[in-house]
């Protein structure tokens, strides 16, 4: 099956969530982050060189993920459904593209194509502002500040400013997994470094909101500085240092890492 075909053929069983995944990107701005990875993903496999030629697809699993996409769209389970369905399309390219049964960058770059942002807001936002303000008591109270963490919040003796659901992290997160992706198939990372890739990026971005957090707190008492009392620009500033982190990160790991296959240890 040659790759036309098997993209054919994936479009003909997976367009009931290909139509949702794009009616729910253009519903609103929580989801058009997902049209940057839709964009981004065509781009990534058409620039990327064609592994051996006899590498095959992966049909059995990909037909086995599709199978799954259309129960779970009977059951009306349009987001399992399209996880499902981006799962096959990705071991059908992977083996052509990469050589291996799945390419993790690839495979992550997919899944933030979905339109996840209200899920991870759900699930990973309250953790996120705790470890936020847990990280941003030592950074004030090295900076003379005379702080404790409450809850969400960083209480002092004029109240507590909280790290509301906004400040939690999660768009930086988004952001920086989709830098992840983006730079380890450019650099050909494997699993395993890519893996390493995704838990400093992690650290990094939990650090990163915590800096955030800290010179928020510490603009509130400096109002007369005109830059630090803007909060895009402040957010704006630290993630510009935390992709800059990143991207150093996995250029060190792409260094230290074997680079003779996308998809090695």
């Not at 997902?34 to 006899?54: K, N, S, Y």
């Not at 499902?84 to 770059?109: E, K, Q």
């Not at 942002?117 to 936020?132: D, E, I, K, S």
């Amino acid at each position: 099956m040659n790759e036309r075909t098997a993209l054919l053929a994936w479009l003909a069983a997976s367009w009931s969530s290909v139509l949702w995944m794009l009616e729910r990107a253009t519903a609103g701005e929580s989801e058009a982050s997902g049209l940057v990875a839709c964009a981004a993903f065509p781009l990534v496999l058409w620039r990327t060189r064609r592994a051996a030629p006899e590498a095959k697809p992966q049909l059995l699993a990909a037909s086995f993920a599709l199978a799954l996409s259309a129960g779970a769209t009977l059951e009306r389970l349009p987001l399992i459904a399209a996880m499902s369905s981006v799962t096959a399309l990705c071991l059908l390219a992977s083996p052509r593209r990469f050589g291996c049964a799945l390419h993790l960058p690839t495979f992550g770059l997919a899944m933030l194509a979905l339109p996840v942002m209200p899920h991870l807001q759900f699930y990973l936002g309250y953790p996120l502002r705790l470890a936020t303000a847990a990280l941003a008591v030592p950074l004030l109270r090295g900076a003379g500040f005379a702080v404790s963490r409450a809850g969400t919040g960083l209480q002092h003796a004029d109240g507590i400013l909280w790290v509301d659901a906004p400040c939690s992290g999660v768009r930086m997160l988004w952001a920086a997994a989709f830098l992840l992706c983006v730079l380890a198939i450019r650099a050909r990372l494997g699993s395993l470094a890519f893996a390493l890739g995704a838990l400093g990026t992690l650290v990094l971005v939990v650090c990163g909101n915590a800096l955030r957090a800290a010179a928020l707190f510490f603009a509130e008492r400096a109002p007369e500085h005109g830059l630090l009392s803007s909060h895009e620009a402040l957010g704006l500033a630290v993630f510009a240092l935390t992709a800059g982190a990143i991207v150093l990160f996995v250029s060190w790991l792409s260094a230290a890492s074997a680079r003779s296959s996308p998809c090695a240890a």
